[in-house]
Each structure stands twice: as structure tokens, then as C-alpha cells.
């Protein structure tokens, strides 16, 4: 029930973060932790996912990719404060100058920030297309809704129950430039690249939502300059690990699942790659693993 409330604020809130979006598309003087110039858009929304979120009595502490510390609730009530919530507020927020696809990354973690994925115990994204749509990991299950606005409250529209992988993988999108690509990681690449479509868009969420429609693969890997790849672990990486592995696929930071990954700081980044569980179990063999 309690984390039913945290998915539905966070609906709630991405509809009023979309409709928001249009006078905030410029970039403003500052940074964000992972060194990012930070939008308008960005800010705003951070602000307003903080309030919200830490006005659920249930949720003990908020943490952003656009802050730097852990924000925790101060409680006069007796809210049990047992998940510690981790927001990417506007995943891809480079897209909105071009009005391309982005959206919201949530997880609810059962453990102080910074947390393994395995103590996630709901995580989800809100997707910005054609459509708001927002896909839900829990208790063993994924499950797709259409988001509109009934009036003032906004409806979840169950679109897909028990969402998984389709077996025949489709599609590939991979971040980086390829000079960059690690030897490995680029042979793995040459392959893949013969066998499926490329489909990449520079929003995770939205890449990684046409792998779960379609099959396939997304990675952001380790870079020759950066070998811990751009993607932030308690932000991005392990929400949607723990979606792609829900729904039946696996995810790997190059050795392991990334549910696995010991955290050690807030910010820290790690190597992304998720889909089909063959290509994620290839892709390790290819990497020498
Ligand atoms: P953001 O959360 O600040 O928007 O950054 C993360 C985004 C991911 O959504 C996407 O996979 C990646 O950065 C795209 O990076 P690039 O522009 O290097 O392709
Ligand atoms: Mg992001």
C-alpha cells in the first residue's frame, strides 16, 4: 500500500513535471554532482519530487541525481520511514531542446542511500512519448500504464500485465562514441550490430522501453576515457536492472548483475548493459568474463 502511494505521487508528479516542461528548456549557471549542466527543467523538477515524495510518511529519505546529499524526512508524525527513495527527475533531459523522448526514474530502496539493487523493492519509469507511460516493477512483476489526467487526478491505465522480454530479441542501442568503446566491448558490438536494429535516442528509459517491447539490448558501457560509463548506479542503473531482470531478462555491469554492485557513493557510475539474458551472458563471454 505504501509503496503503491510513492509510485502513484511519482505519477502524479511526472504528469505535472511534462505539462511544466515548456518555459524550462534553457540551462541555467550550475551543475549537477556528476559535473552536468543542469536545465530549468531539472531543477524544477528535483524540487518538486523532494516535497512530494518526502510528504509521504512512509519515505525516510530522497536522494537525486541533480543533489548532492541524501535528504532525509524530518517527522513530527509517526511515519514508520522505511524506504529511502532514489529519483532520476528528468532522465534525459538533454532531449528536451530537441523534443525527443525522456521521461522519470524511480527506485525505492528498503536501505539507507547509497543501497544495492537487491534491496530495491519497487522501482519504475515514466516515459515521455506520444503517450505518458509508466512501467512498474514489484513484487515480482512488471506491469505497463497509460498516465491521463481524469480532472484533477490522474488515472492509471493498466496497458500491460506480467510484462516480459519477447524471446526473440530485435533491437540494440549502445552510448559512447566508438573510438571510446573498450576492444571488447567494441567485438561485441560488431556482432550484434549483424543481427539486430539500431535503435538508440540518448534517453535510457526510452531505449531501454523499446528492448522490453521489442527484445534486445541497451548499453552504456565502460569507456576507454571513463571505464565506469556515465550512467549512475542508484539513479539509473539499478532501477532499471531490476525492471529488465523482473521482467525476465538480466543485466550485467560487465561481470555481474548490476543488482549486485557494492555501492559506495551516491554518484558513483558503473557500465550499463541490459536485455535478453543470451545477449547479457554473450556479452559477458565477450568481455572475457
Ligand atoms: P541525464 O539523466 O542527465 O539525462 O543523463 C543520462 C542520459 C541517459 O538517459 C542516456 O542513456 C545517456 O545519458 C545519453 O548519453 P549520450 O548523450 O552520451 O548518448
Ligand atoms: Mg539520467
Known amino acids: 500500500m505504501t ?8 505519477a502524479e508528479t511526472s504528469l505535472e513535471v511534462r505539462e511544466g516542461l515548456a518555459g524550462r528548456r534553457g540551462y541555467e549557471d550550475e551543475e549537477n554532482p556528476s559535473g552536468e549542466k ?5 531543477l524544477w523538477a528535483d524540487e518538486l519530487f523532494e516535497e512530494r515524495l518526502l510528504d509521504i510518511e512512509s519515505v525516510a529519505a530522497y536522494a537525486s541525481e541533480e543533489r548532492s546529499g541524501v535528504v532525509e524526512a524530518e517527522r513530527t508524525s509517526n511515519g514508520d520511514g522505511r524506504y529511502h527513495v532514489a529519483v532520476d527527475p528528468l532522465d534525459g533531459s538533454s532531449n528536451l531542446r530537441t523534443n525527443n523522448a525522456m521521461g522519470v526514474l524511480l527506485g525505492v530502496y528498503d536501505s539507507p542511500l547509497p543501497a544495492r539493487g537487491r534491496d530495491l523493492v519497487a522501482s519504475a519509469y ?5 503517450l505518458t507511460t509508466m512501467v512498474v516493477a514489484v513484487d515480482g512483476s512488471v506491469t505497463e500504464y497509460v498516465l491521463e489526467r481524469d480532472g484533477k487526478s490522474v488515472e492509471m491505465r493498466t496497458v500491460t ?3 516480459t522480454l519477447p524471446d526473440e530479441p530485435t533491437v540494440y542501442g549502445f552510448g559512447g562514441r566508438v573510438p571510446d568503446w573498450p576492444a571488447g566491448f567494441e567485438n561485441y558490438a560488431r556482432e550484434i ?8 535516442g540518448g534517453a535510457m528509459i526510452a531505449d531501454v522501453n523499446q528492448v522490453l517491447t521489442y527484445g534486445g539490448v541497451f548499453a552504456y558501457p565502460g569507456l576507454e576515457s571513463r571505464p565506469e560509463g ?3 548506479l542508484q539513479f539509473e542503473g539499478n532501477p532499471v536492472a531490476h525492471i529488465v531482470e523482473t521482467a525476465g531478462g538480466r543485466s550485467s555491469d560487465g561481470e555481474r548483475s548490476l543488482l549486485d554492485v557494492t555501492p559506495e557513493r551516491i554518484h558513483q557510475r558503473v557500465p550499463v548493459h541490459v536485455g535478453n539474458t543470451r545477449l547479457i551472458d554473450r556479452l559477458e563471454a565477450t568481455l572475457g568474463n
Open 193 to 200: 550490430e549483424t543481427e539486430l536494429k539500431l535503435r538508440y
Open 230 to 232: 556515465k550512467l549512475r
Open 161 to 163: 500485465e506480467e510484462l
Open 126 to 130: 515514466v516515459l515521455f512519448g506520444p
Open 3 to 10: 509503496v503503491e502511494r510513492i509510485v502513484r505521487t511519482v
Open 38 to 42: 543542469q536545465l530549468a527543467a531539472d
